[in-house]
């Protein structure tokens, strides 16, 4: 994507109209972690837990468990990455399945890989993958949308990680008015302006601002997002406006979690769109300059529990 030449004029809760200029980030990593995620006291046997650990990859093995002539296991994965050749002793692997071992896992019980971040739950071997890859509890991914950044985290430390490393605008407040500046659009088919962080209600969102072709029409994308869980997202609803010269667009939605991927959301078309040609109808002037401002607000759904509706709940 373009970011090397699209600036971002934004203003938040009654500021004054401040530049913001988009950077290029740098990919940043997240540390390695312990696969099994076995917290200390429910560790079983060590050598079981060495045992059900690829040599190659050091995952935890799923069957098919694969095996040598001389009994060294690798899991189905690597089998091919090593060209069907034990990466121990070398010897042809062929199509020897360990069923011993895969018994053994059978029988073993687990705590979540997450229990240090407070996941309690505790699961039979076979049972733990699954779950872990929909845990509460598992890290979240970074949401910058500029670089694929593979940084994860709970959602204090990604807050941290996105002033600190990416630099992003962070508001206090849940109404924004952001101007999105560009001069020669006309030539820019793909770019992402810097992504705006609030802060409201205790919980932090997420603005992005991308322009990318629906079909073989050029359009601006505007949405937000939740930094936490959907089911918490559903509590929250904003709204996005855009609008000039007697002619308003609206948008109003609950804003998708973090856990989505802001691909899958601007993919989805979960947000406020405009065509290129409306977007520099608002822009006025010669329409050679892209200047939208889109303005908005977050309101936090409250739930009347003697009528049975909810009621909007707007910050002051």
Known sequence: MDLDNIECVSSSDGMEDEEIHSQ???QFS???HNNLGIPPGLTPATSVHELLECPVCTNSMYPPIHQCHNGHTLCSTCKTRVHNRCPTCRQEL?????????????SLELPCRYFSLGCPEIFPYYSKLKHEALCNFRPYNCPYAGSECSVTGDIPFLVTHLRDDHKVDMHTGCTFNHRYVKSNPREVENATWMLTVFHCFGQYFCLHFEAFQLGMAPVYMAFVRFMGDEGDARNYSYSLEVGANGRKLIWEGTPRSIRDSHRKVRDSHDGLIIQRNMALFFSGGDR???KLRVTGK????QQNSEAGVCIPNLCS
Request: net charge neutral; with cysteine; glycine share 4%.
């Open 298 to 301: 977050i309101w936090k759904e």
């Open 288 to 290: 050679k300059e892209l």
């Open 94 to 106: 062929g199509d020897i399945r360990c069923l011993a071992l895969e018994k053994v896992a059978e």
């Open 30 to 32: 997240s540390k390695p």
């Open 24 to 26: 290029i980030t740098h």
